[in-house]
């Protein structure tokens, strides 16, 4: 797992320099959302049974099958899909969807059945979820007040 991390944190740091962009990010000179310029995105999530990762690639949530390789496409659409979480019971995987900017909402995928249903619909920002270890609660970044 180490390994694939650092791997994409190489592959991710050189795409930034290839365009421009310093390795390490400088502090915002005009204000603005610390996120903006010293986030980085949570790494693919295990599957319970250890046989796979949910990791967010293009815009979509992909299943890599560790054993073959594969990759299958599992959550796509018009939405920016991150930050995939899967439930303990590995019957479910939770995302941030990202509607252009518009919205930013979490949305959960049924393994099984391929159905995508909001979690989330507000006027607020949802990022970053992660299931309980029992998996009855999610924990996840807002900007929702108390």
């Known amino acids: 797992m180490r390994r694939l991390i650092v791997a994409a944190w190489w592959a991710v740091s050189a795409w930034g320099q290839q365009y421009g962009y310093q ?3 400088p502090a915002a000179k005009q ?3 610390y996120m903006h310029n010293y986030y980085i995105p949570p790494a693919p999530s295990w599957s319970p049974d250890g046989k796979s990762l949910a990791i967010a690639m293009q815009g979509s949530i992909w299943r890599i099958d560790i054993a073959t390789g594969v990759a299958t496409e599992l959550m796509v659409g018009r939405k920016y ?3 995939p979480d899967w439930s303990p ?6 995302a941030t969807a990202d509607d252009d900017g518009g919205t930013i909402q979490l949305e959960v995928l049924n393994v099984e059945t391929g159905e995508v249903r909001p979690l989330t619909s507000d006027d607020q920002i ?4 992660v299931f309980s270890p ?3 609660s999610l924990a996840y970044v807002s900007t929702r007040p108390n």
Do not use: K
């Open 23 to 25: 390795a390490i990010y």
């Open 31 to 33: 204000g603005g959302q």
């Open 81 to 83: 899909y991150s930050s």
């Open 89 to 94: 019971d590995g019957r479910w995987i939770v």
């Open 126 to 129: 949802y990022l970053d979820p």
């Open 134 to 136: 029992d998996g009855q």
